[in-house]
């Protein structure tokens, strides 16, 4: 499986970031999968994750020195206006989202930058990972908090990318795997059913789409 191969959200990040990134704060960076391009254009970066496991993962993805550290975005380890810019890397839904953005406002200069990315619920992938687990709602629930927030909006819009897959069996079980289920074959029916002729297409590409949101302080 290749997720973004041509590296469209991290290259959009890189832009809207570039060149007054500073220190930079990354929550909730998982696997690392982005990290690395941040430490690109960060003068330092620290990156949280509440799971140790997942850190250990980011680790092999990132050779650039950054801080990787066990935190929740709603409770950071991290002194005050001491951030040029924070990041949510697709993890604001994974947390209280008006929680971690007031929590990302402490630990901000007063000039300083929040990036939010975060995925659509009506793209391919986003309907497909549904029918196992639904966080459409989840995202709304950003969007809502990110309005109450009180930042004012810069920039937003969406990032277009894709995920490839040897075949439809690769990205069933991948799914299945993501949400450590074991394979289910009605939900491998309903996941065919939504793809329609696409599902025997080798390989096969995925529509991925996310939202972004670049903030300041009013």
Request: proline share 4%; aromatic share 8%.
């Amino acid at each position: 499986m290749l997720r973004d191969p041509e590296k469209a959200e991290a290259r959009f990040i890189r832009e809207c970031l570039s060149p007054t990134a500073g220190n930079v704060l990354e929550v909730g960076c998982g696997t690392g999968r982005l990290t690395a391009d941040l430490a690109m254009v960060a003068d330092n970066l620290v990156a949280t994750d509440p799971f140790l496991e997942e850190l250990r993962s980011a680790r092999t993805c990132v050779e650039i020195p950054v801080w990787l550290v066990v935190a929740l975005g709603e409770l950071l380890p991290i002194a005050a206006k001491s951030i040029d810019t924070v990041v949510f890397t697709l993890s604001l839904h994974h947390q209280e989202p008006y929680k971690a953005l007031s929590e990302a406002r402490r630990v901000l200069k007063e000039d300083g930058q929040i990036f939010v990315l975060e995925p659509v619920a009506d793209s391919m992938i986003a309907k497909l990972f549904a029918i196992l687990d639904d966080e459409s709602g989840t995202y709304d629930l950003v969007a809502k908090a990110i309005d109450r927030s009180g930042l004012r909006v810069i920039r937003s819009g969406s990032v277009r990318s894709r995920w490839v897959f040897e075949d439809f069996m690769e990205m069933a079980l991948y799914i299945f795997d993501y949400f450590g289920l074991k394979p289910n074959s009605e939900k491998e029916n309903y996941m065919a059913k939504l793809l329609g002729d696409r599902q025997g297409v080798e390989p096969l590409h995925i529509e991925d789409i996310s939202r972004f949101w670049l903030l300041r302080e009013r």
